[in-house]
């Protein structure tokens, strides 16, 4: 089982330049996440699709959008990089159930220069 | 609101010491519990839950018990291996949310030298 894929597993990026993060699961999960992990903040949520065709915003949206393109895909664009967005991203996806835990990617390590 | 803390780390021990990390959460009702592990370069992946008050949670040797009256979850483990390097997060899904969500402590990094 591939789980939750997450493309690509590095990028480097100029300020102001565009860019995409996919994330595709393959287990028929109703909600998917999208996180980033920054060093002493933990995870933070950016964006959360509960079901396919509805989107969320989480703690830190600013300067993200994101796109439930059908169940299995939820991509992260970010229009305009920059430094402060340097960042590993996750992605997540879970079944949507009330105690059903969380699957995650291994992660987009993103730096903006 | 809704919150978990972890004790801080990092946390460097031994193999074949005993392992204890503390988690203590904030919210209403009976939310589910969870633990996570992250291992250098991937993803947190699922250690082990509990959903209700007295719920024992284990896998892979860990355990941790969901304690209402102290809003704890700690972890342990008997015996930690070099292999057992990684960070903890702790987390919790609160119970009847208005929309789909899970908080995160900060994590512990855990080191385990030979």
């Known amino acids: 089982n591939a789980g939750v894929t997450q493309t690509p597993k590095f990028q480097v990026l100029k300020t102001g330049q565009s860019m995409t993060l996919q994330c595709a699961q393959d287990?028929?999960?109703?909600?998917m996440y999208w996180y980033r992990q920054d060093p002493g903040m933990g995870l933070r949520l950016i964006y959360y699709?509960?079901?396919?065709?509805?989107?969320d915003k989480g703690e830190v949206p600013n300067d993200y959008n994101v796109s439930r393109l059908n169940k299995r895909e939820f991509s992260l664009r970010l229009e305009s990089a920059a430094p402060s967005q340097t960042s590993v991203y996750f992605c997540?996806?879970?079944?949507?159930?009330?105690?059903?835990?969380?699957?995650f990617g291994n992660g987009t390590r993103l730096t903006v220069t | 609101g809704d919150s978990v803390t972890q004790m801080e780390g990092p946390v460097t021990l031994s193999e074949e010491a005993f392992l204890t990390i503390n988690c203590t959460y904030t919210?209403?009702?009976?939310?589910?519990l969870f633990w996570y592990v992250q291992y250098p370069g991937e993803g947190l992946q699922l250690l082990l839950k509990?959903?209700?008050?007295?719920d024992k949670g284990s896998n892979k040797g860990f355990e941790a018990t969901y304690r209402k009256e102290t809003t704890s979850f700690h972890l342990e483990k008997g015996s930690v291996q070099v292999s057992d390097s990684a960070v903890y997060f702790c987390?919790?899904?609160?119970?009847?949310?208005?929309?789909?969500?899970?908080?995160f402590g900060p994590g512990t990094s855990l080191s385990v030298i030979p």
């Open positions: 997540a996806s879970r079944p949507g159930y009330e105690n059903s835990p969380l699957h």
């Open positions: 287990m028929n999960h109703n909600s």
């Open positions: 699709s509960a079901s396919e065709g509805t989107t």
């Open positions: 919210a209403t009702g009976y939310p589910s």
């Open positions: 509990a959903t209700k008050a007295d």
């Open positions: 987390a919790l899904t609160p119970m009847k949310t208005s929309y789909d969500k899970v908080i």
